[in-house]
């Protein structure tokens, strides 16, 4: 027996998720052709036979198919409307050039309005396509992201420490407890006492500056300046 594997990258980009455009929900043409998939689709499959969970799962893909059939061909029809127009506006300015005329100079002005019109519509729906992507993305972790929070926490990451007894603690737990958590126990109490001290504002900021400064330059040498992520 032999098995064989191919480990080749694949070449190109990957294909593109698909998306709702929301120009398609503010289209009545498109919505009334919805109506009518959906009425057809329930006349088919609504039977005592059928689940409602299994009605609404297949209904969900129905309407996606018919979305995309929609959008693929607005789109085709967009790109021969462009095309034509184009084309006219070609023959157009070569006539204006054998032979200038002002009504045929309007017909150019009033051609290029229609595809800077459609260009631009275009514009908008990628632009709004990236703010979308952007807002999903936003606060989210995807695989990219993971691959370099990996990364890094893997090159800042405490495997072992060592105390002033020469005792080596492997364990996260143990190391945040033998050296961060302890003192902050510490500092938490000082505080409760500063707070039970009857002085002044600037009298209470003196006495900070006596007892923090030693304490936290102590220990903070002490210690390593990377924190295991889990710490936090």
Sequence with gaps: MKLEINHRKKSGKPPKAWRL?????????????????IKKYMETNENENTTIQTLWDAAKAVLRGKYIAIQAYLKKQEKSQIQ?????LKEIEAEQQRQPKPSRRR???KIRAEIN????????EQINET???????INKIDKPLARLLKTKREM??????????????TNPSEIQAENYRKF?????EDIKKWKNIPCSWIERINIVKMLIPPKAISTFNAIPIKI?????
Aim: net charge negative; glycine share 2%; proline share 2%.
């Design 107 to 109: 017909e150019i002005i």
């Design 117 to 124: 019109n459609i260009e631009s519509k275009k514009t908008v």
């Design 184 to 188: 902050m126990k510490e500092l938490e």
């Design 228 to 232: 295991a992520p889990a710490f936090f």
């Design 21 to 37: 455009k929301n120009t398609l929900l503010t289209n009545e043409w498109v919505n009334q052709a919805i109506r009518e998939e």
């Design 131 to 137: 703010k979308s992507w952007f807002f999903e993305k």
């Design 156 to 169: 800042t990451q405490i495997d072992k420490i060592m105390n002033e007894n020469g005792f080596i603690a």
């Design 84 to 88: 034509n127009l184009t084309a006219h």
